[in-house]
């Protein structure tokens, strides 16, 4: 690469990127980050609908934005998202592999039927969409994946066992296809943050929020909960072209929740 300036090497104009789970938390985030650093943004969630409110927010700012439904627990959903996607643009450049639930379970006591929602939702339809996106990736000059993990991963919690095990997997997996597809010049890397704060985490009950972010916020160095948009901006280096000699990683933003 040849010398630029700071900030060029975090611009993402002509870029095109899908962003699943993108209607809410994390993922809304990272759609806006993108659309700022000039990338043309692909919205999903299960409601197409709710993917178009947030598609038509992000391009009043003057980004290129489409929104496309994508329910990551039907098999076959990865293959129909690229179809529909296809309509819309001829490359991508980044995807971000997002959408994830979080349910408690006792891994003792799992079911076959709970083991498969929450591996089909966070493990199988990622690593899914990662095939099925790469015939579209190799068109990229510089294309990049940044599959979303979590900090159970590298330190399990009882009760979440499923999740993390799930996040664990998709660690693993960013390794071996960053090995296999480096030669096609796809740089796959993960992102683990630490307690965000989004729908995913926060009780419902406003009445317990300020208990629960006191106790989320003493585990780590920082002493509060992240904004997603904190993440977002981590999300955003490894897409672009600062973090162009960096692949197969995990990259984690946990406010020293793991240190
Ligand atoms: N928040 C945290 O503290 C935290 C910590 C560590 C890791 N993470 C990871 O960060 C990522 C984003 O988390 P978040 O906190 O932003 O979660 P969130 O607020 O619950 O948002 C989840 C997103 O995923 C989508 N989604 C859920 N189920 C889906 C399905 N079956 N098919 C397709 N899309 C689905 C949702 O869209 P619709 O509901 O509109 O379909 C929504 O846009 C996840 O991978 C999560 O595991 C979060």
């Known amino acids: 690469?040849?010398?630029?300036?700071?900030?060029?090497?975090?611009?993402?104009?002509?870029?095109?990127?899908?962003?699943?789970?993108?209607?809410?938390?994390?993922?809304?985030?990272i759609a806006e980050e993108f659309a700022e650093a000039?990338?043309?943004?692909?919205?999903?969630?299960?409601?197409?609908?709710?993917?178009?409110?947030?598609?038509?927010?992000?391009?009043?700012?003057?980004?290129?934005?489409?929104?496309?439904a994508y329910e990551a627990g039907v098999p076959g959903a990865?293959?129909?998202?690229?179809?529909a996607l296809s309509a819309h643009v001829s490359k991508l450049?980044?995807?971000?592999?997002?959408?994830?639930?979080?349910?408690?379970?006792?891994?003792?006591?799992?079911?076959?039927?709970?083991?498969?929602?929450?591996?089909?939702?966070?493990?199988r339809a990622a690593l899914f969409l990662c095939q099925e996106a790469h015939s579209l990736l190799v068109r990229s000059e510089s294309a990049a994946i940044v599959n979303l993990t979590a900090a159970c991963a590298h330190r399990p919690i009882a009760g979440l066992g499923a999740y993390c095990?799930?996040?664990?997997?998709?660690?693993?997996?960013?390794?071996?296809?960053?090995?296999?597809?480096?030669?096609?010049?796809?740089r796959v890397n993960a992102l683990t943050p630490g307690s965000v704060a989004t729908e995913m985490i926060l009780p419902k009950d406003p009445g317990e929020r300020d208990a629960f972010e006191a106790e989320m916020a003493s585990q780590n160095l920082m002493g509060r909960l992240a904004e997603p948009r904190?993440?977002?901006?981590?999300?955003?280096?490894?897409?672009s072209p600062a973090a162009s000699f960096m692949t197969g990683q995990t990259m984690i933003v946990d406010g020293g929740?793991?240190?």
């Open 1 to 29: 690469m040849t010398a630029g300036s700071a900030n060029e090497y975090f611009e993402l104009a002509g870029r095109v990127a899908l962003i699943t789970g993108s209607t809410r938390g994390i993922g809304a985030a």
């Open 38 to 68: 000039g990338a043309e943004v692909i919205i999903t969630g299960r409601s197409r609908e709710e993917a178009q409110a947030v598609a038509d927010r992000i391009a009043e700012a003057g980004a290129v934005c489409h929104a496309v």
């Open 78 to 83: 990865a293959h129909d998202l690229i179809a």
């Open 93 to 123: 450049d980044i995807l971000v592999n997002n959408a994830a639930i979080l349910r408690p379970h006792r891994v003792g006591r799992l079911s076959e039927a709970e083991f498969d929602e929450v591996f089909g939702i966070n493990t």
């Open 165 to 186: 095990a799930s996040k664990a997997a998709m660690i693993n997996f960013t390794s071996t296809l960053a090995q296999e597809w480096a030669k096609d010049g796809i």
């Open 230 to 239: 904190e993440i977002a901006r981590a999300v955003r280096f490894l897409s």
């Open 257 to 259: 929740l793991l240190a």
